[in-house]
């Protein structure tokens, strides 16, 4: 609900949002009091250089699939 205050749902849990600097942080706090310890939230900012640009809250961030893979 609070990042249809943001910006548009495109997926059950997947919102584009177009926000400034200050909205961006504040996306981040208030998501962050929301956010389950077992559940994950990421940011993707796009543009140049976007693979540096992935943030996340809640568990650890997921595998880098350009990395090897070893079961």
Known sequence: MHC???GQR???SV????VDATQYTTLKIELTGLVDE???V???QLGNNYKTKEEHIGVK???DLEDPLIF
């Open 42 to 44: 990421r940011f993707y």
């Open 10 to 12: 495109v997926q059950h």
């Open 61 to 63: 961030g997921s595998l």
């Open 4 to 6: 249809q205050n943001y």
């Open 38 to 40: 077992k559940k994950i």
């Open 15 to 18: 919102f584009e949002c177009v």
